[in-house]
C-alpha cells in the first residue's frame, strides 16, 4: 500500500519560509516522479512543482524564483522549500506521487501565510 506523508506546513508571517517534507512508501520511488500540489478554497487544485527521478524540475511561474523541489532518493523524501511566502501561497498543499501514470496523494498539509 502507497502512503505519502507531508509535514513541515503552518502558519507564517508575509515573507517568511516553510519547508515542507513528504516521506513516501513506495516502491520504485527513485522512478517516480514527484509533484507538489496546493489548492487554496474555492479554487481548483493546481501544480506547484514537480521532480522526475533523475531530478529534472517544472516549477510554476506563480513560485517560480521562491519555492525549490528536491528529493533525496535514498529517503524516500522529497521538499518543498517556500521562500518569500504571500498570503496567496496559503492553501492545503497536497504530495503527488506518479508512477508509470498511477498517481497517488497525500493528506494534505495547511499552509497559512499572514499579511
Known amino acids: 500500500q502507497v502512503q ?10 508575509t515573507g517568511g519560509s516553510l519547508r515542507l517534507s513528504c516521506a ?3 516502491t520504485y520511488f527513485s522512478l517516480s516522479t514527484m509533484g507538489w500540489y496546493r489548492q487554496a478554497p474555492g479554487k481548483e487544485r493546481e501544480l506547484v512543482a514537480s521532480i522526475t527521478g533523475g ?3 517544472i516549477t510554476a511561474d506563480f513560485v517560480k524564483g521562491r519555492f525549490t523541489i528536491s528529493r533525496e532518493n ?4 522529497v521538499y518543498l522549500q517556500m521562500n518569500s511566502l504571500k498570503p496567496e501561497d496559503t492553501a492545503v498543499y497536497y504530495c503527488n506521487a506518479n508512477l508509470v501514470g498511477q498517481h497517488y496523494w497525500g ?3 495547511q499552509v497559512t501565510v499572514s499579511s
Open 4 to 13: 505519502l506523508e507531508e509535514s513541515g506546513g503552518g502558519l507564517v508571517q
Open 24 to 26: 513516501a512508501s513506495l
Open 55 to 57: 531530478g529534472n524540475t
Open 74 to 77: 535514498v529517503k524516500n523524501t
Open 107 to 109: 493528506q494534505g498539509t
